[in-house]
């Protein structure tokens, strides 16, 4: 990996599917011509430098948000914050560069 890198944790029914049509097909030619309005179509050098990665299965993303982010619990979160998230009762913390769960109505 070369550069500066960002990494996140999307949360949304069905994810990683979501993220991966979004991003293309790993080979940047073949986005080009076949996803042209895709993430790797339009920035994807070469297809080791496709601009972006995403989990291919659950299992991988558990793996990859452990690395990233070891303090993440997805049980937690899923226990604590996945209720007002699916009702929409987020907010953006600047400071912390995270969305949380709104402390007030």
Known sequence: MNGPMRAYVLAREDAITHWRELMGPTKVFRA???SPL???AQYGLTDTRN??????????ARREINFFFPDF???TWMA??????RK???EYNQKKQI???QVHS
């Open 32 to 34: 080009r011509y076949t």
């Open 38 to 40: 895709t993430i790797r």
């Open 51 to 60: 601009t972006t990665h995403g989990s291919d299965s659950a299992e991988s």
């Open 73 to 75: 619990s997805q049980e």
């Open 80 to 85: 604590r914050e996945e209720l007002g998230f």
């Open 88 to 90: 929409g009762r987020m």
């Open 99 to 101: 969305h949380t769960l």
